[in-house]
């Protein structure tokens, strides 16, 4: 009977182990690097003259593809966004989320979940920082560079009360500023799609951060013109 209750307590014990050291795996991807990691070896390098484009991004990225699939899938689109996304988490998984598919062009939309202090607090400066770094990776590659501004945002109804609306507008500035000085395309969705408090405009979104399908199409033909606008640069 002791050897019983003994060999109950192993298998206890085994079993906590087992959930304690998985649990420590699973954080350990903190950039979600095993989201896309299948279909990154499924999907192989471009075919000859396939002109790759990938959108790298957050929440806003990842719905553009279940919400008007259409877009991605009538063209060399790749759509690598992950909900709840910041830039230090997309700057880690950029290499074999963007730089190992070969792309022409990549799309990046980044910067309204730092704001909302997803992965921590952050100011300005370190968004523009790590975004700079993927410009600067995707340059090292090759790979020209679409720098979107942040989506219009007037609150999070995640984190009500942090009034991103304003720190948004001074986060495209310098987005803007510096795609200016460094001859990068900048994709200003932001002018589009403001309401006058600088939030979205309702039409746009349900939770007045994530586009529907109206936002998406608005923002459709301006990232078509960036695109064509970024393969034409020397």
Not at 193 to 201: L, V
Request: glycine residues 8%.
């Amino acid at each position: 009977m002791e050897e019983i209750i003994i060999m109950k307590k192993i298998l206890c014990t085994s079993a906590l182990i087992f959930l304690f050291f998985t649990g420590i795996l699973h954080s350990q991807d903190w950039a979600n690097l095993n989201r896309f990691r299948n279909e990154n070896e499924k999907l192989g390098l471009p075919s000859a003259g396939e002109n790759r484009v990938v959108f790298m991004g957050n929440s806003i990225t990842e719905g553009w593809i279940k919400i008007d699939s259409e877009f991605f899938f009538s063209k060399p689109y790749i759509d690598r966004g992950i909900s709840g996304q910041t830039t230090p988490q997309m700057l880690i998984r950029f290499k074999p989320d963007v730089v190992n598919l070969k792309p022409v062009v990549v799309v990046i939309l980044a910067g309204t979940n730092d704001i909302a202090g997803n992965t921590g607090p952050s100011t300005l400066e370190m968004i523009v920082d790590n975004i700079i770094s993927m410009v600067d990776i995707a340059k090292a590659h090759g790979i020209k560079v679409v720098l979107s501004s942040v989506l219009p945002a007037f609150d999070y109804p995640w984190k009500p009360g942090l009034n991103p609306a304003e720190k948004i507008v001074a986060l495209n500035k310098m987005l803007k500023e510096y795609a200016g000085k460094n001859g990068i395309i900048y994709l200003d969705y932001f002018s589009h799609m403001a309401d006058e408090r600088n939030g979205m405009k309702s039409e746009y979104s349900q939770d007045g951060v994530h586009p529907n399908l109206e936002g998406y199409k608005v923002m459709e033909p301006l990232v078509e013109d960036a695109i064509t606008n970024a393969m034409q640069l020397k």
